[in-house]
């Protein structure tokens, strides 16, 4: 390993590049002013109605000190709503608003297409193999030790 | 595609993550406070020395209005010298000091112990098959069309 191009994580910086340019790019031209992370916290919002701040930066393994402003930021475009937790004063739960609900469903398309289009390098086979290497990679770290914690 | 867990997309970040913080831990470890990038900024430097900002951006693929943050860091920590450029004003030739060659060489087993801590749960073929995809895909775009300058 002599050459940074060939260590994974400088290949694994590279595609995330990649990945994030090319869901910026479809989802603009589809009308969509959303990032990737924002994308995610309202997908998984949609299936998990309701849930927390520090739940929803464990779903989506997104540090809590900056999940705040991602869901800030939700909040802000009329996306989500926060409303008070009957257990904890200090929580709110978090709910997709109508305008999230149509955003999520208007964005579909695009984020699909986004999906295909960073790794459109790649053979059907070699997609599915990715992705496969990434989970069993990925799961590795959440399964084994502590490293699951999201970098600083 | 319904989940965002089995998106190439959603799961380049979470690798992405886990491969800094690895990294991170291994570089604490060893006593050295470097992040991913500011290495590879040095490492590209060492065999490429006289270089200009906007060069090695490209080397790295690291986006132009934030490489100048990661210079100057290194440039603070004594690991890397500025040199006006004889043709051209404005340019400066980066080179790696004798602390900033003194830090890489130190710093390397740690980085490849990071390497290879980040796919330990790969088989080693599986390993070569993730490389082998990783810069297929990249070259794709890089090849491909304009995608290849980094998101914003």
């Given amino acids: 390993m002599h050459d940074h191009s060939d260590m994974p ?10 990945a994030v340019a090319v869901f910026h790019a479809e989802a603009t031209a589809a009308g969509f002013d959303l990032t990737p992370v924002q994308y995610v916290a309202l ?11 520090a739940t929803l930066a464990g779903l989506i393994a997104y540090d809590r000190t900056t999940i705040g402003g991602v869901i800030d930021r939700l909040v802000q475009k009329g ?33 699909e297409t986004a ?4 790794v459109a390098g790649l053979e059907p ?21 502590a ?5 600083p």
């Fill in 125 to 145: 086979a070699e997609v599915t193999e990715l992705i496969r290497l990434f989970r069993k990679a990925i799961a590795a770290h959440e399964q084994g030790h």
């Fill in 79 to 111: 996306l989500l709503a926060r409303a008070a937790s009957p257990r904890d004063r200090r929580a709110h739960m978090l709910h997709l608003t109508e305008a999230g609900l149509a955003t999520l469903a208007g964005i579909q398309p695009a984020v």
């Fill in 9 to 18: 994580g400088h290949l694994a910086r590279r595609f995330q590049q990649i």
């Fill in 43 to 53: 997908a998984v919002l949609r299936h998990h109605p309701g849930i927390d701040q």
């Fill in 115 to 118: 999906q295909r289009h960073m």
């Fill in 147 to 151: 490293l699951m914690k999201p970098a």
